[in-house]
């Protein structure tokens, strides 16, 4: 799938070395250990797993969320996030009639809560909404990024599915009443 036009770096942080790539076979050691950073919290609270076990588990869990992503969901862009050509993150996103969806953003832990990911999320919305569309997201109710997603202005549309809240920002009044 190629990535939307409306996926793109904000030039503030192009200026930084911060870019996006097309996720390739060999970013795979990198997202799998990306992706077990987001299930710590699960993998401290079983001690008694050995490392081997709790790599095993983290794998599963990767391939199977992979799996949805690239069968179940339709046209969605895989990309790495760069820092001067080293990867510090993944964006999945998906660009619909009337929306740019992100399937999936999620930053090396290093790299977290210095503005980044904000500034990214700032980027896209602005793109999106610029397109006349809006800028959706789920997020796990209990997720501690949700926060983030508040303070950007997204809001909850509909009701919860599961653990799950769909987040978006709204176009304004007058670009729905144009469109």
């Given at each position: ?7 793109r770096?904000?030039?503030?942080l192009v200026?930084?070395g911060?870019?996006?790539r097309p996720e390739t076979?060999e970013d795979d050691?990198f997202l799998v ?8 919290s699960?993998?401290?609270q079983v ?5 081997e076990?709790?790599q095993?588990f ?10 949805h ?7 969605v862009?895989?990309d790495v ?11 999945y996103?998906r660009?619909?009639?009337?929306m740019?969806?992100i399937v ?10 210095a503005?980044l990911g904000?500034a990214?999320l ?7 909404l610029?397109?006349g569309k ?8 209990y ?5 983030l997603?508040?303070?950007l202005?997204?809001v909850?549309?509909?009701e919860?599915?599961?653990f799950?809240i769909?987040?978006?920002i709204?176009?304004p009044?007058?670009?729905?009443a144009?469109?």
């Open positions: 799938m190629t990535r939307s036009a409306l996926v770096m904000p030039p503030e200026a930084q911060i870019g996006l076979e050691p250990a990306l992706y077990a950073t987001t299930r710590q699960e993998l401290d001690p008694d797993w050995a490392e076990q709790k095993a983290v794998a599963m869990q990767f391939n199977a969320q992979r799996q992503y690239r069968h179940v969901l339709a046209d862009a895989f996030i760069t820092r001067h050509g080293e990867p510090i993150g993944r964006l996103t660009e619909g009639e009337t740019l969806h999936d953003i999620l930053l090396d832990p290093a790299e977290r809560g503005g904000a990214m700032r980027g896209l919305a602005d793109n999106a610029a397109a809006v800028l959706s997201i789920f997020v796990e109710s997720n501690p990024a949700r926060r997603y508040d303070r202005g997204f909850q549309v509909g919860p599915r599961g799950y769909e987040m978006e709204p176009l009044p007058r670009q729905v144009a469109g």
